[in-house]
């Protein structure tokens, strides 16, 4: 018989998408065993929490993030604050025996994340980093060809996060957390290139060593309290890095929230020993494939539309209907994937991201930010 499982969230920016993802996983993926209730949100302003609650149907809320955390009745702590207030949230759900789940980066720095899965390890409650697009067909099923064997020895990972549709671009958007690396930690590095750097470790393995330039290029930006003031940006604006595997491959990235044109480009190249992957998130039901060992006057690259019920996830969608898969399903499959762990006693890993993979994409990000202070080469500790 299903049971319920309280869930609490931190936030309302990404937490409406959480929420709407705690309500829909329940229908997508019925019967579950355990099923999640909404029971508290925490968020800064009166108004848009009413709303909030009323619009996804929590059954209360606090204006004190740690009531959230000390209810009895919230059992899984879901943190969509800012990245510098993820610590201390974790770390005492951790101590109460709560099922753990951040939104990314984990913290704004390696040491901090390091607490937070300690903290985790010690009380052996389930925890996971909101790396969504692991969870998404085509990059599920990169993933598979990559682990089989189907394209071979990796030997080069090519990684890009670029938007602008944030209107980050603008010298008028108004200073705001991401731009302030007490709570953010780094900028368009923490914001967008920390995905990318998960899926190179999700794709091919660890990060042992990286090279990197950044550049900040609006240094300042409008106080946001209307004063017309102007304050200081001490994140990157644009992060480009190379990076070296623990096996051997190579990799690039390029992480920026200024590039005109581009939406949300996260897209990723595979070349391997015998073929290639592609992926990009603005045709997000498509992953480009070309492999070396077709029948002749077959070759070349191919895409497939990742749209039937064969492919990972599909089947708890409309297959073959054309509406495809969406960006928000993403985040259903992550929670049913958590709920899952939780309910069987199971790893959240390899396929979830664990605090570890948080903690060591924390890493990897310090060492970029490191390079690029130093222009030189930096060791990934631990690789």
């Known amino acids: 018989?299903?049971?319920?499982?309280?869930?609490?969230?931190?936030?309302?920016?990404?937490?409406?998408?959480?929420?709407?993802?705690?309500?829909?996983?329940?229908?997508?993926?019925?019967?579950?065993?355990?099923?999640?209730?909404?029971?508290?949100?925490?968020?800064?302003?009166?108004?848009?929490?009413?709303?909030?609650?009323?619009?996804?149907?929590?059954?209360?809320?606090?204006?004190?993030?740690?009531?959230?955390?000390?209810?009895?009745?919230?059992?899984?702590?879901?943190?969509?604050?800012?990245?510098?207030?993820?610590?201390?949230?974790?770390?005492?759900?951790?101590?109460?025996?709560?099922?753990?789940?951040?939104?990314?980066?984990?913290?704004?720095?390696?040491?901090?994340?390091?607490?937070?899965?300690?903290?985790?390890?010690?009380?052996?409650?389930?925890?996971?980093?909101?790396?969504?697009?692991?969870?998404?067909?085509?990059?599920?099923?990169?993933?598979?060809?990559?682990?089989?064997?189907?394209?071979?020895?990796?030997?080069?990972?090519?990684?890009?996060?670029?938007?602008?549709?944030?209107?980050?671009?603008?010298?008028?958007?108004?200073?705001?957390?991401?731009?302030?690396?007490?709570?953010?930690?780094?900028?368009?590095?923490?914001?967008?290139?920390?995905?990318?750097?998960?899926?190179?470790?999700?794709?091919?393995?660890?990060?042992?060593?990286?090279?990197?330039?950044?550049?900040?290029?609006?240094?300042?930006?409008?106080?946001a309290d209307g004063s017309g003031k102007k304050q200081k940006v001490d994140v990157d604006d644009l992060t480009v890095a190379a990076l070296k595997f623990k096996d051997g491959a190579l990799g690039t990235l390029d992480t920026s929230w200024l590039m005109p044109g581009r939406m949300d480009y996260l897209t990723f190249e595979v070349y391997g020993s015998k073929g290639t992957l592609r992926f990009n998130l603005e045709r997000i039901n498509e992953l480009d494939v070309f492999l070396n060992d077709v029948s002749p006057g077959t070759s070349g690259l191919r895409t497939l539309n990742v749209m039937t019920k064969d492919h990972p996830y599909m089947k708890q969608y409309w297959p073959n209907q054309g509406g495809g898969f969406g960006w928000d399903h993403s985040f259903v499959n992550e929670f049913h994937h958590f709920l899952t762990s939780i309910a069987d006693d199971r790893s959240v890993g390899p396929q979830g991201a664990t605090f570890h993979d948080g903690y060591r994409n924390c890493q990897i990000m310090d060492a970029i930010a490191e390079s690029a202070k130093n222009e030189r080469w930096v060791q990934v500790p631990g690789s």
Request: aromatic content about 10%.
């Open 1 to 223: 018989m299903p049971r319920e499982i309280g869930v609490g969230v931190l936030g309302y920016s990404i937490g409406r998408v959480h929420a709407h993802a705690w309500r829909n996983v329940t229908e997508v993926y019925h019967p579950l065993k355990l099923v999640p209730r909404l029971v508290a949100l925490y968020g800064r302003t009166k108004g848009v929490v009413d709303f909030e609650v009323g619009k996804y149907g929590y059954a209360r809320s606090y204006d004190d993030w740690e009531k959230v955390v000390q209810d009895e009745q919230v059992e899984v702590v879901d943190n969509c604050l800012p990245v510098g207030l993820h610590p201390e949230p974790m770390i005492l759900a951790a101590k109460l025996g709560k099922s753990l789940f951040s939104e990314k980066p984990l913290a704004r720095r390696a040491a901090d994340a390091k607490k937070m899965l300690d903290a985790a390890e010690k009380a052996k409650v389930k925890h996971m980093v909101g790396y969504n697009y692991r969870f998404m067909p085509a990059v599920t099923l990169a993933r598979q060809m990559v682990k089989d064997g189907t394209i071979g020895k990796v030997i080069f990972f090519k990684g890009s996060y670029l938007t602008t549709n944030s209107g980050y671009d603008s010298p008028e958007t108004a200073m705001r957390w991401q731009f302030d690396s007490k709570l953010s930690g780094y900028g368009a590095l923490s914001d967008l290139g920390t995905h990318a750097l998960d899926l190179a470790r999700y794709l091919v393995g660890e990060v042992s060593a990286v090279a990197s330039a950044q550049g900040t290029y609006i240094p300042e930006r409008p106080s």
